[in-house]
T-cell receptor, first 111, second 113 residues
Framework: QQQVKQSPQSLIVQKGGISIINCAYE??????FPWYQQFPGKGPALLIAIRPDVSEKKEGRFTISFNKSAKQFSLHIMDSQPGDSATYFC??????????FGGGTRLMVKP | GAGVSQTPSNKVTEKGKYVELRCDPI?????LYWYRQSLGQGPEFLIY????????DSGLPNDRFFAVRPEGSVSTLKIQRTERGDSAVYLC???????????FGSGTRLTVV
């Protein structure tokens, strides 16, 4: 059972544009929602994370928006750069247990 | 070390053979996780260690898979009688405490031919 659904599978954005990736979850017990960035041949790297007591978290050009009632959260990358081209994964966990990952979004930022 | 180290980075083995994959976590990290990532997919949980004990092994697909962490630091993932379907990147991650942000290694790419 896929508990975290991620969309789109791939995304092409022009340099300077906004990249938006969405995730939806089913398990209402999830209490930690991180986003990971993965470059080819590397492991995922934690980008930003949010807990359900806030609706938005911003770190530099990266923002997580969280909608608890809809069981959805999204990653916004402002002023997207070619160096942001990577695969992005949303994930969720419950009470410090293992992470359940979405299927990933391959982002390409065109110069 | 500065990061999570996984060895080997690549492993090609024949169907039916036994393999061991090693993970060296960040010094002082008590929690250690193994995940498996198939091509084009998100990582899937295999097993979690807190210290020396396997706190959650619910993600291991079958009894051909086994992992140990005898001294609470280095961990080894062992796969017996490998099958072509075991081909994937095996990722290890560690964190200072349960529920903390993970640091992943670069993974071991296992190819079973």
């Amino acid at each position: 059972q896929q508990q975290v659904k991620q969309s789109p599978q791939s995304l092409i954005v022009q340099k300077g544009g906004i990249s938006i990736i969405n995730c939806a979850y089913e398990n209402t017990a999830f209490d930690y929602f991180p986003w990971y960035q993965q470059f080819p041949g590397k492991g995922p790297a934690l980008l930003i994370a949010i807990r359900p007591d806030v609706s938005e978290k911003k770190e530099g050009r990266f923002t997580i928006s969280f909608n608890k009632s809809a069981k959805q959260f999204s990653l916004h990358i402002m002023d997207s750069q070619p160096g942001d081209s990577a695969t992005y994964f949303c994930a969720a966990s419950n009470a410090g247990n293992m992470l359940t990952f979405g299927g990933g979004t391959r982002l390409m930022v065109k110069p | 070390g500065a990061g999570v180290s996984q060895t080997p980075s690549n492993k090609v083995t024949e169907k039916g053979k036994y393999v061991e994959l090693r993970c060296d976590p960040i010094s002082g990290h008590t929690a250690l996780y193994w995940y498996r990532q198939s091509l084009g997919q998100g990582p899937e949980f295999l097993i979690y260690f807190q210290g020396t004990g396997a706190a959650d092994d619910s993600g291991l697909p079958n009894d051909r898979f086994f992992a140990v962490r005898p001294e609470g630091s280095v961990s080894t993932l062992k796969i017996q009688r490998t099958e072509r379907g075991d081909s994937a990147v095996y990722l290890c991650a560690s964190s200072f405490e349960r529920g903390g942000g993970y640091t992943f290694g670069s993974g071991t790419r296992l190819t079973v031919v």
